[in-house]
Nanobody, 118 residues
């Protein structure tokens, strides 16, 4: 099983980034997929979730209206479109897979750093 994130980087406040997570080794469309983030010295913060089979999406209040989660099931890829980025969005973003809705993640990616700074 592999989850490989990409798309992180440095962006100015108010800017946009799109994160990708390429999945392999499991049946992507049978899992819920998450984006989770972690600031240095802090715990994990759940950001967003999507039911890859049905398309239902969920967002943390801190990102609602700014971030959009989506998938391309043909490519086994998860995305996170991040708009109106703020300095407090500066963290490492991880994608993760869970066997049922909002259940514990069983597979994790290695993370990608997002830095929002002028």
């Amino acid at each position: 099983v592999q989850l490989v994130e990409s798309g992180g980087g440095l962006v100015q406040p108010g800017g946009s980034l799109r994160l990708s997570c390429a999945a392999s080794g499991f049946t992507f469309s049978s899992y819920w997929m998450y984006w989770v983030r972690q600031a240095p010295g802090k715990g994990l913060e759940w950001v967003s979730a999507i039911n890859t089979g049905g398309g239902s999406t969920y967002y943390a209040d801190s990102v609602k209206g700014r971030f959009t989660i989506s998938t391309d099931n043909a490519k086994n890829t998860l995305y996170l479109q991040m708009n109106s980025l703020k300095p407090e969005d500066t963290v490492v973003y991880y994608c993760a897979a869970a066997r049922w809705g909002l259940g514990p993640a069983v597979y994790w990616g290695q993370g990608t750093q997002v830095t929002v700074s002028s």
